[in-house]
T-cell receptor
Framework: GESVGLHLPTLSVQEGDNSIINCAYSNSASDYFIWYKQESGKGPQFIIDIRSNMDKRQGQRVTVLLNKTVKHLSLQIAATQPGDSAVYFCAENLQGAQKLVFGQGTRLTINP | KAGVTQTPRYLIKTRGQQVTLSCSPISGHRSVSWYQQTPGQGLQFLFEYFSETQRNKGNFPGRFSGRQFSNSRSEMNVSTLELGDSALYLC????????????FGPGTRLTVL
């Protein structure tokens, strides 16, 4: 499949452990944030989103935390599974801008 | 419900040629966005269309253009191809824009020789 990034930061975790992927966003006026997962050969897949009036949102096995003070976003994946291996991107949107600005991505690898 | 489809999936062109890529959004979605993905630059926004109108454009040269049809399908065109245009071109659709969940297609892998 395609390589989505030759020099991406990499996070290696043991299967069953929790993973935390971090992202610093660029625009303090951004008010919508999304995490995407991209597997080799596929387009980005929506995982979870959060709006700026919240600081935490939970989904199935995933939690997103937003710290607007330091412009930081994190994705927590509980009980990491082999199928979680992928590149994870954060993205931000400024209302009215009609575009997403993506972070550089983090490659998550799962050790058996 | 069918997802976002992009054609062709793979394309090989030579420098100086032009190329047209196609995107069919999810039924009912009126916003279509295009992104370029390269190892060096990551995911970069190209443009966004809604109801046949371009609402936003990224920092790409005028060789990159697009359009949207009345059925929300979209095409993007790159003229006078350069080696640096080699990339994965991704299309995303949403109900009304980037402030809603965007669904991505599998992309078109363009190689310029």
């Amino acid at each position: 499949g395609e390589s989505v990034g030759l020099h991406l930061p990499t996070l290696s975790v043991q299967e069953g452990d929790n993973s935390i992927i971090n992202c610093a966003y660029s625009n303090s006026a951004s008010d919508y944030f999304i995490w995407y997962k991209q597997e080799s050969g596929k387009g980005p897949q929506f995982i979870i989103d959060i709006r700026s009036n919240m600081d935490k949102r939970q989904g199935q096995r995933v939690t997103v935390l937003l710290n607007k003070t330091v412009k930081h976003l994190s994705l927590q994946i509980a009980a990491t599974q082999p199928g979680d291996s992928a590149v994870y991107f954060c993205a931000e949107n400024l209302q009215g801008a009609q575009k997403l600005v993506f972070g550089q991505g983090t490659r998550l690898t799962i050790n058996p | 419900k069918a997802g976002v489809t992009q054609t062709p999936r793979y394309l090989i062109k030579t420098r100086g040629q032009q190329v047209t890529l196609s995107c069919s959004p999810i039924s009912g979605h009126r916003s279509v966005s295009w992104y370029q993905q390269t190892p060096g630059q990551g995911l970069q926004f190209l443009f966004e269309y809604f109801s046949e109108t371009q609402r936003n454009k990224g920092n790409f040269p005028g060789r990159f253009s697009g359009r949207q049809f009345s059925n929300s399908r979209s095409e993007m065109n790159v003229s006078t191809l350069e080696l640096g245009d080699s990339a994965l071109y991704l299309c995303a659709s949403s109900l009304s824009g980037a402030h809603n969940e965007q669904f991505f297609g599998p992309g078109t892998r363009l190689t310029v020789l």
